[in-house]
């Protein structure tokens, strides 16, 4: 079946740091990729996706290009702000049918620090 | 237009207790998901709904129910809460965007069951 794999957290960096969450996949099709950001006490929001093989993701300074060739799609950032604390999640959907659930990495928590 | 709405947003429950969480979304959506937050899991699935009148098994499905009588609702069922149960549960559905799908989260019920 579908799965993601995430690096384990937490992962605490100063402030102008240079990030990198890792995030691998396994599935069957095509899928899309998703990475997603729950702030402390929110819900999650969307923070960027790709669809197909060497798109890059991209939103408030983060990116992230799916790489079909190693099954990946590692978030960056060139600079962190303490704002940028908090819980980023690495998923997947299945493009290929309208019926599978989006399948979740188990979360990487960064803090920032001033 | 207000997404996808889940109440409530807080519960307490104490063992034996049943209850139901809404969610709601008034966005046309099809397929519809029940999802699961614990400490280092990340999100797990419980149940999702394809269409209307239609329901199937996630990955932790024991101990709930869902209900999905029309397009817009799906509710979960606790029938004799425990307190494994206790969690943050967070309503989704979906939906096509460009090549691929996009999906649309609740805020999430904070749910204690002591």
């Known amino acids: 079946g579908n799965s993601v794999t995430q690096m384990e957290g937490p992962v605490t960096l100063s402030e102008e740091a240079f990030l990198t969450i890792n995030c691998t996949y396994t599935?069957?099709?095509?899928?899309?990729l998703f990475w997603y950001v729950q702030y402390p006490g929110e819900g999650l929001q969307l923070l960027l996706k790709a669809t197909k093989a060497d798109d890059k993701g991209s939103n408030k300074g983060f990116e992230a290009t799916y790489r079909k060739e190693t099954t990946s799609f590692h978030l960056e950032k060139g600079s962190v702000q303490v704002s940028d604390s908090a819980v980023y999640f690495c998923?997947?959907?299945?493009?290929?049918?309208?019926?599978?659930?989006?399948?979740f990495g188990k979360g990487t928590r960064l803090s920032v620090i001033a | 237009n207000a997404g996808v709405t889940q109440t409530p947003k807080f519960q307490v429950l104490k063992t034996g207790q049943s209850m139901t969480l809404q969610c709601a979304q008034d966005?046309?959506?099809?397929?519809m998901y029940w999802y699961r937050q614990d400490p280092g899991m990340g999100l797990r699935l419980i149940y999702y709904s394809a269409s209307e009148g239609t329901t199937d098994k996630g990955e932790v499905p024991n101990g709930y129910n869902v209900s999905r009588l029309n397009k817009r609702e799906f509710s979960l069922r606790l029938e004799s809460a425990a307190p494994s149960q206790t969690s943050v549960y967070f309503c989704a559905s979906k939906f096509r965007q460009g090549q691929g799908y996009g999906y649309t989260f609740g805020s999430g019920t904070r749910l204690t069951v002591v």
């Open positions: 966005m046309n959506h099809n397929s």
């Open positions: 599935a069957t099709g095509y899928p899309s």
């Open positions: 998923a997947l959907s299945d493009g290929n049918s309208g019926n599978t659930p989006l399948v």
